[in-house]
């Protein structure tokens, strides 16, 4: 069923149109053979990436800073394979990590298509809670950030997803309004309730496959948002 009434379609970044599980392996892959880490990438990978989601969780949250996200995670994840490794190389692997993830860029199946779909019916846009100086080396050289007309990012707007200042610090940037915004992304909490609870329209991009109710929309494959736009 087609949604009466969006002019402006959102976009989160990591996990909604760029791959970021698959970058981040690679990206793994990468530092740890400049810096000689002899450890099995998928036995680090299996700890890490719920580890991450878990740190980012408390940094949405204003728990937690970035400098502490981007050695905790790494750190927990060392221990937790029980690798030995020194505060100095984690701190490097940590920048190592920021400097090439952009290096690598998968989108997810469809990206590309949704976009050229929507890019003539729609005012496109990010909001993202990715690290600024990542997140427009993402778009260029993943090619897509031209489809988009504004980019916010929680470190510009001083808060993260869902906190409803940065959905409104987006609407400002775009001139655009609540009702005539729909917010597309994977996470249910800083995506999907964020934007709801300010009356914007939502689907979920739900590649996760979580349990959620049946009043929101969501698609397990990009091309699916056709149904609705």
């Known amino acids: 069923m087609k949604v009466n009434g969006i002019k402006?379609?959102?976009?989160?970044?990591?996990?909604?149109?760029?791959?970021?599980?698959?970058?981040?392996?690679?990206?793994?892959?990468?530092?740890?053979?400049?810096?000689?880490v002899d450890i099995e990438i998928t036995d680090f990978l299996s700890v890490y990436e719920p580890i991450n989601l878990n740190y980012w969780k408390l940094y949405r949250e204003e728990k937690i800073d970035k400098a502490n996200l981007r050695y905790k995670r790494l750190k927990d994840s060392f221990d937790a394979v029980g690798f030995v490794v020194s505060d100095e190389l984690i701190d490097q692997l940590s920048e190592d990590y920021i400097n090439y993830l952009t290096t690598f860029n998968h989108l997810f199946d469809g990206t590309l298509e949704i976009l050229d779909h929507l890019k003539d019916k729609y005012h496109l846009h990010i909001i993202t809670n990715g690290f600024e100086e990542a997140q427009q080396r993402k778009m260029d050289n993943a090619q897509i950030a031209h489809y988009f007309q504004t980019v916010t990012n929680s470190e510009a707007a001083g808060v993260k997803k869902p906190n409803p200042i940065i959905f409104n610090h987006a609407l400002k940037l775009a001139n655009a309004l609540p009702d005539e915004s729909m917010m597309i992304g994977d996470n249910l909490e800083a995506d999907i309730i964020g934007a709801m609870d300010l009356g914007w329209d939502v689907i979920l991009f739900n590649y996760h496959k979580v349990t959620v109710g049946s009043h929101i929309k969501q698609v397990s494959k990009l091309s699916e948002l056709k149904t609705f736009l």
């Open 8 to 36: 402006h379609v959102f976009f989160d970044l990591d996990h909604t149109l760029w791959d970021f599980d698959k970058n981040s392996a690679l990206t793994f892959e990468k530092i740890f053979d400049i810096h000689q």
